[in-house]
């Protein structure tokens, strides 16, 4: 069985700061995503990686994949208030699932003043 | 514009009625997937299908099901059988291939008393 962990669940910081967000992962994948959540919202994609090494960036969040230690983190430079959130990663079982995601519990981030 | 919708946004339902949720996308993908949603927890697969007129039970089927009749179409039925039906109902999308990523519709939250 595939298991997804994130660390930490919960995160406050303040505005101007960095951070970095893990997502763990239990066997072989090479598809890994990123999605942030806003309460009440649906899931709104934020990076697709695809291969060891992958690194990708949009704004204040850089996203990377190390498919040998089967980990990925979610950079976070400078947080601003708009960037709370809480943040998913998932990983594609394709084994019997249909590639079906399996996620992890999420981040929830609040960034403060 | 291309995407999923799901209705209702909201419903109330009372203990031991069947209720079916709605999910449509007119973005020409294969796949199709329903996930639920419980509070301050990641998502699960309930079922998916790949191809009109199959589909496959997920990690937490009982209690649910599915039909797939039109490639645009998956709705979800909670039935009377769902011991605890109460939570946040998401239906995604994908392309059967390439990135496989997963686009979301904008769920339908499900209250049961």
């Known amino acids: 069985e595939l298991k997804v962990e994130q660390n930490p669940l919960f995160l406050s910081m303040q505005e101007g700061k960095n951070y970095t967000i893990y997502c763990n992962y239990s066997t072989t994948s090479d598809r890994l995503y990123w999605y942030r959540q806003d309460p009440g919202k649906s899931l709104e994609s934020l990076f697709v990686l695809l291969s060891n090494g992958a690194v990708k960036q949009e704004g204040r969040l850089m996203a990377s994949l190390d498919t040998k230690a089967r980990l990925s983190t979610l950079h976070i430079t400078a947080a601003v208030h708009d960037l709370s959130a809480t943040y998913f990663c998932a990983v594609i079982s394709n084994s019997n699932s249909g590639y079906a995601l399996n996620f992890g519990k999420g981040t929830s981030l609040l960034v403060t003043p | 514009d291309g995407g999923i919708t799901q209705s209702p946004k909201y419903l109330f339902r009372k203990e031991g009625q069947n209720v079916t949720l709605s999910c449509e996308q007119n973005?020409?993908?294969?796949?199709m997937y329903w996930y639920r949603q419980d509070p301050g927890q990641g998502l699960r697969l309930i079922y998916y299908?790949?191809?009109?007129?199959?589909?496959q039970k997920g990690d937490i089927a009982e209690g649910y099901s599915v039909s797939r009749e039109k490639k645009e179409s998956f709705p979800l039925t909670v039935t009377s059988a769902q011991k605890n039906p109460t939570a946040f109902y998401l239906c995604?999308?994908?392309?059967?291939?390439?990135?496989?990523?997963?686009?979301f519709g904008p769920g339908t939250r499900l209250t049961v008393t």
């Open positions: 995604a999308s994908s392309i059967a291939g390439g990135t496989y990523e997963q686009y």
């Open positions: 299908s790949q191809i009109v007129n199959d589909f």
């Open positions: 973005l020409n993908h294969d796949a």
